[in-house]
């Protein structure tokens, strides 16, 4: 009996740390594997957010501003929500006057892009989509103010993109 009682009393210690994570996400401030960031969970491979993959952390860049980057610590965000379904980085421009502006992005990856003055964009937002390996010239309305761009990456392996907002 008692054996048995024994083996009863590890089980359920073990059972109520199958999700304990010590160094997981949520303990670095940015929402970790607790605020749906898909750490993990829709198969990108990613852990957690890094900088410029939340609407909160988003890379800021100024109009006429080439900015290199990757996505190599996105993780899918905003899954199903936007215009796409898979890893995404986010954006923020200042406008200084409403109006038409390209954005031009070459990517080593297949994927959309979504341009609004909220975030996340909703999913009637301006969508576009675009191919790997060619520059991609997109122009849309911008608000005056802060504008997000959603870029989702939806097809290819490939982490690298450019971008400029002119």
Do not use: K
């Given at each position: ?50 900088d410029g993959d939340l609407c909160q952390t988003a890379t800021v860049i100024d109009i006429d501003q080439l900015l290199p980057t990757d996505l190599a610590t996105a993780a899918d965000d905003y899954p199903g929500s936007i215009c796409g379904n898979g890893i995404d980085i986010v954006f923020r421009i200042d ?72």
């Amino acid at each position: 009996m008692l054996a048995a009682m024994r083996w009863w009393l590890v089980a359920l210690c073990a059972c109520g740390r199958v999700n304990f994570d010590p160094l997981g996400g949520g303990s670095s401030g940015d929402g970790g594997g607790s605020a749906g960031d898909g750490g993990g969970s829709s198969g990108d491979g990613s852990v957690q957010s890094g900088d410029g993959d939340l609407c909160q952390t988003a890379t800021v860049i100024d109009i006429d501003q080439l900015l290199p980057t990757d996505l190599a610590t996105a993780a899918d965000d905003y899954p199903g929500s936007i215009c796409g379904n898979g890893i995404d980085i986010v954006f923020r421009i200042d406008i200084p006057n409403a109006g038409n502006y390209t954005v031009s992005l070459t990517t080593q990856f297949g994927g959309v892009e979504s341009v609004s003055a909220m975030c996340p964009p909703p999913v009637q937002g301006s969508c576009h989509g675009f191919g790997a390996t060619q520059t991609d010239n997109n122009t849309v309305p911008f608000a005056t103010g802060a504008n997000y761009i959603v870029i989702d990456r939806t097809m290819g392996t490939g982490t690298g993109l450019t971008i400029t907002v002119h």
